[in-house]
């Protein structure tokens, strides 16, 4: 281990990227706090003493899915399925209203496949919210999403990115991409689009325009080689396009969920995921620890294991928390401020692109 952390340290130095057997030695060793001490040493080096986050709100717009997903307790078949629902534009509006009038900067908003929603109805919350909170950055719309539009529209995702954009669209989440190991994916998300489509969609998002984050579930039923598959493929597509701002690495919650022999998440896994993911992903700028499925407490260790982005105060996020997340439903920004200090970091609010609004 002592040849291998050193090696890794030279690279890191010299601004050199590890390679996937170092990634995989690094999974698999036992020595947490080396491996932590490597990704503190190339967050350093990136982004010095600062951690970000900003003040957010979450739009989750409806739970009905054509896809159903097993590791997803947030989803419904139909109308008729219980606990079902789909927002009104005005009941979208009004969350955005209080989002702007709270001070959020952010309108983060995802949802389910619905069957019978047009494409129209998503350019139309769009320019709703354009026009009655237009200082807000609207990030929406996974991937997934945009290949479903696609569909229904009968073009290509660089059209709908187009009418996206036109309507009021500013960026794209990082959802959808799961594991992109094949195998995998068919245990967890068999209707989903493959994770090959996933990485051709968000390229031509990217070539489009939008930044967007990247994501991966961890935790139900890969391995290490799945994990370093998946980072080596986003590594590989930020060479091409350089449209991802952060990787956020997703600590998969098991309950309600219908993946057999699913393990969960520990603090052990979820710090070494998120340390490695920082050391093998020397394009990213930003690796961001989401304390709605890590908790405050592991998310706030993080910043000693490379992590320099908290997300933001979220409010009303029902995804994770459908699936047994045990974490707050919202923090105030004050709160985020006194965790990132007590981690021995300088806070700094951000804008949705990484523009620094205030340090504190």
Known sequence: MFNLVENIRTKIDNGVRISDAEALAL???????????????????????????????????????????????????????????????????????????AGATEIHMVGGLHPDLPFDFYLQILAALKADSPQLHIKAFTAVE???????????????????????????????????????RKQICPEKISGERWLEVTEQVHN???KTNATM????????????????????????????QAFIPLAFQPDNTRVPAARGVGGVDALKTLAV???????????????VMLGLKVAQVALAFGVNDLDGTVVEEQIGHDAGADSPQQVSKDQ????????????????????????Y
Request: proline share 2%; with cysteine; aromatic share 10%.
């Open 146 to 184: 945009v290949d479903y539009f696609a569909r229904l529209t009968q073009q290509s995702p660089s059209e709908v990115v187009a009418e996206l954009k036109a309507a009021g669209l500013d960026s794209m989440p990082g959802g959808g991409a799961e594991i992109f190991a094949t195998e995998v």
């Open 277 to 291: 993911s920082r050391i093998y992903l020397d394009n990213f700028r930003h690796i961001k620890a989401y304390w």
């Open 336 to 359: 985020l401020v006194e965790l990132i200090r007590k981690a021995g970091k300088k806070p700094v609010e951000r804008d949705t692109l990484y523009n620094e609004i205030k340090t």
């Open 217 to 244: 579930l961890f935790g139900h039923v890969e391995n290490f080689a799945d994990r370093i598959d998946h980072l080596s493929r986003l590594r590989e597509l930020q060479d091409r396009t350089g449209g991802f």
């Open 27 to 101: 999974f698999e060793s036992d020595d947490l706090l080396a491996v932590g001490e490597l990704a503190a040493l190339a967050n350093l080096r990136m982004n010095a003493d600062k951690v970000y986050f900003n003040v957010n709100r979450h739009i989750n717009y409806t739970n009905i899915c054509v896809n159903r997903c097993t590791f997803c307790a947030f989803s419904r078949e139909d109308e008729a399925d219980e606990g079902s629902y789909t927002l009104a534009l005005n009941d979208i509006l009004e969350r955005a209203a209080e989002a702007s009038d």
């Open 208 to 210: 489009g325009g939008l």
